[in-house]
């Protein structure tokens, strides 16, 4: 079975860091992509970071993000990581992560697999 849980999340202060980690089991990155998305209440989850096999493509960061947030993947560990650096107030969010196969996308819909959410509060 594909698993993913999502953990990494706390209380950070503006300009700090974070580093989310994705935990999966019952896929190869081979295979599969891997996506971090985010949501505030009341908006939209929104896709922010995709990674998937150095064959099929370079990793994708949403506007906000670019040049602050870094995805990576560990094989031997099964686990993605979102490095979020310079964090603002605006980062506050349900961070989740999700797969499916093939490429990247940052539409909700392109994944059937998601992990529970950890939460990220920027404090000003």
């Known amino acids: 079975d594909v698993q993913l849980q999502a953990s990494g999340g706390g209380l950070v202060q503006a300009g700090g860091s974070l580093r989310l980690s994705c935990t999966t089991a019952?896929?190869?990155?081979?295979?599969?992509?891997v996506a971090w998305f985010r949501q505030v209440p009341g908006k939209e989850r929104e896709g922010i970071s995709c990674?998937?096999?150095?064959?099929?493509?370079?990793?994708w960061y949403e506007d906000s993000v670019k040049g602050r947030f870094i995805i990576s993947s560990d094989n031997r560990e099964n686990t993605v990581y979102l490095q979020m650096d310079s964090l603002t107030p605006e980062d506050t969010a349900v961070y989740y992560c999700?797969?499916?196969?093939?490429?990247?996308?940052?539409?909700?819909?392109?994944?059937?697999?998601w992990g529970k959410g950890t939460l990220v509060t920027v404090s000003s």
């Open positions: 999700a797969a499916d196969e093939g490429r990247c996308s940052f539409l909700r819909r392109a994944y059937r697999f």
């Open positions: 019952g896929f190869s990155f081979d295979d599969y992509a």
């Open positions: 990674i998937t096999s150095p064959s099929v493509g370079r990793p």
